[in-house]
Each structure stands twice: as structure tokens, then as C-alpha cells.
């Protein structure tokens, strides 16, 4: 079965602060790994992409890392601000014949980040 | 450019009564998909449309759900007969199909309709 797992579920920390978020997946086959973001009564948006043959990608103080070994990835956020406070989502593509790719999301990690 | 637009943002309706959520996507996007997104938790796949394809009508919850695209652009997703348990934040998104770099599989999303039954 197709699964996203997110860890922590939750998470608070204060400005200037960095943290480490988690994502394990069971995803076959896998086509890419994309981290959202997603403010409070917004839609989300993508931080960054990668597929199999990357293991790091940045945008700006967010770095996603991913082992297609173990099927893991991490979001790591340097250095946070206020506005980091959102949740993180960890979305897997299932890719199949034709082009068709099946997104798998995770619950998502809820990030307060506190003054 | 505008981005994806849903229509209304809000809302409100009576148990047992019919709504209409309106998706309007990315204009020249080939991709629309529908979500659900209950009160703390992740997103529910509803639909997908591609093109003229047959869409993916996978994640419909019961046959009080569907949607229709008209026209490769504008989508509506229906509701039937409503109940508490609908109540949630419908988001549509929309993606170019694109294949290629960054732009691989990137889905646009709307601000979301939050669909309230009481």
C-alpha cells in the first residue's frame, strides 16, 4: 500500500532556531518527492522537487534531503522565522504508464514557531 | 498571472441540502485535481482531470460526490444530499502536466472553499 508518514506530528520552537522535519514513504513506484507549505487558510505551495537520482535540494533556508535507500526524506529549515509557522507536507509521485503520476500526501507536520 | 481561483471561500449549509464548489485553473493548465482537507488533518484525494481523458474519480467518498469539467477549464465539484460529515476545506489545484525540471508534476493550488453543514 502507498504510504506518506510525517513526523513529528507537531512542533514548536523558537525564532532563530533550526529544526528537522520527517518524512518516510512506501511508495512504488516512485517517480519524485515534493515538500508543501502550507499557511493557515491557504492552499499549499512547493518548496522543492526531487527525484530518485537527488539527495539534496535548497530554497533558500529550507534544505530537503531524501535516501531513496531507506525511503526517507527530511525538510531542514535554518535559522527560523515567524513566518515559517505553517504546516510542512511531504507529497510522493506514484508514477505510472502514460505520463500518469498518483500523488501520495502525507498528514502533514504542524510548525509554530514562537518570539 | 492569476493563480487558481475557487469560488465561494465560505460556505454555510443545511444538512440534506445540494452545493456547487467552482474551481476556476491556471489558464493553459492541462491537470485539475480536487481535494478535501478536514480540520487538522492531510489532504484526501477527491478527482483528477487530464485533458480529455476519462478522470480519475478514485477518491470520491460516495456517489453524492462528483465533478464535472466543462470545456478543459472550469470545474465544479457537486455535492448531494450533505452531511456534517462533508464539512471540511475543498482546495482544487491545477498543474501544466509538464514533465521537465522543476515544473515536474507542480500543482497550483486554490485558497480552498470551506464548506461548513450544520
Known amino acids: 500500500k502507498n504510504q506518506v508518514e510525517q513526523s513529528p506530528q507537531s512542533l514548536i520552537i523558537l525564532e532563530g532556531k533550526n529544526c528537522t522535519l520527517q518524512?518516510?514513504?512506501?511508495?512504488?513506484?516512485?517517480?519524485?518527492l515534493r515538500w508543501y507549505k502550507q499557511d493557515t487558510g491557504r492552499g499549499p505551495v512547493s518548496l522543492t522537487i526531487?527525484?530518485?537520482?537527488?539527495n539534496t535540494k535548497s530554497n533558500g533556508r529550507y534544505t530537503a534531503t531524501l535516501d531513496a535507500d531507506t525511503k526517507q526524506s527530511s525538510l531542514h529549515i535554518t535559522a527560523s522565522q515567524l513566518s515559517d509557522s505553517a504546516s510542512y507536507i511531504c507529497?510522493?509521485?506514484?508514477?505510472?504508464?502514460?505520463?500518469?503520476?498518483?500523488?501520495?500526501f502525507g498528514a502533514g507536520t504542524r510548525l509554530a514557531v514562537h518570539p | 498571472g492569476a493563480g487558481v481561483s475557487q469560488s465561494p471561500s465560505n460556505k454555510v449549509t443545511e444538512k440534506g441540502k445540494d452545493v456547487e464548489l467552482r474551481c476556476d485553473p491556471i489558464?493553459?493548465?492541462?491537470?485539475l485535481y480536487w481535494y478535501r482537507q478536514s480540520l487538522g488533518q492531510g489532504l484526501e484525494f477527491l478527482i483528477y482531470?487530464?485533458?480529455?481523458?476519462?478522470?480519475?474519480k478514485s477518491g470520491l467518498p460516495s456517489d453524492r460526490f462528483s465533478a464535472e469539467r466543462t470545456g478543459g477549464s472550469v470545474s465544479t465539484l457537486t455535492i448531494q444530499r450533505t452531511q456534517q460529515e462533508d464539512s471540511a476545506v475543498y482546495l482544487c489545484?491545477?498543474?501544466?502536466?509538464?514533465?521537465?525540471?522543476?515544473?515536474?508534476?507542480?500543482?497550483?493550488f486554490g485558497p480552498g472553499t470551506r464548506l461548513t453543514v450544520l
Open positions: 489545484a491545477s498543474s501544466s502536466g509538464s514533465h521537465r525540471g522543476e515544473n515536474y508534476n507542480e500543482q497550483f
Open positions: 518524512c518516510n514513504y512506501t511508495v512504488s513506484p516512485f517517480s519524485n
Open positions: 526531487m527525484t530518485f537520482s537527488e
Open positions: 507529497v510522493v509521485s506514484a508514477g505510472f504508464s502514460g505520463g500518469y503520476n498518483k500523488l501520495i
Open positions: 489558464s493553459g493548465h492541462t491537470a
Open positions: 482531470f487530464q485533458g480529455n481523458s476519462a478522470p480519475d
